[in-house]
């Protein structure tokens, strides 16, 4: 399994912005995110494939988060934009060894340990 490590998280106000990022130990990984709130299950949020050729969006970040990676660095980027209240969760970054821009979780077999996103009203 490749290691992932998350940064970028923190508080904001609603409307502002971050960029969160995800570095891997090795490259060639399809990269997502996916989110978990208090008491609620961990959803996916968005994917890119390793060629970066391909991403995926959930429907309640279309819009307003972008998803990009460089793979010289081997990082992912998750720009989060036009931040709302409901988006305040734990963000996991997660990869496989594949081309995929999977909505499942088990699709991947790595994850991060996680940054938290708080959106203050």
């Known amino acids: 399994q490749v290691q992932l490590v998350e940064s970028g998280g923190g508080l904001v106000q609603a409307g502002g912005s971050l960029r969160l990022s995800c570095t891997a130990s090795?490259?060639?990984?399809?990269m997502a995110w996916f989110r978990q709130a208090p008491g609620k299950e961990r959803e996916f949020v968005a994917a890119?494939?390793?060629?970066?050729?391909?991403?995926n969006f959930a429907d309640s970040v279309k819009g307003r988060f972008t998803i990009s990676r460089d793979s010289d660095k081997n990082t992912c980027y998750l720009q989060v934009n036009s931040l709302k209240p409901e988006d305040t969760a734990k963000y996991y970054c997660?990869?496989?060894?594949?081309?995929?821009?999977?909505?499942?979780?088990?699709?991947?077999?790595?994850w991060g340990q996680g940054t938290q996103v708080t959106v203050s009203s």
């Open positions: 997660a990869a496989v060894r594949r081309t995929s821009v999977s909505n499942w979780d088990g699709a991947y077999d790595s």
């Open positions: 090795e490259r060639g990984y399809s």
């Open positions: 890119i494939s390793w060629g970066g050729r391909l991403t």
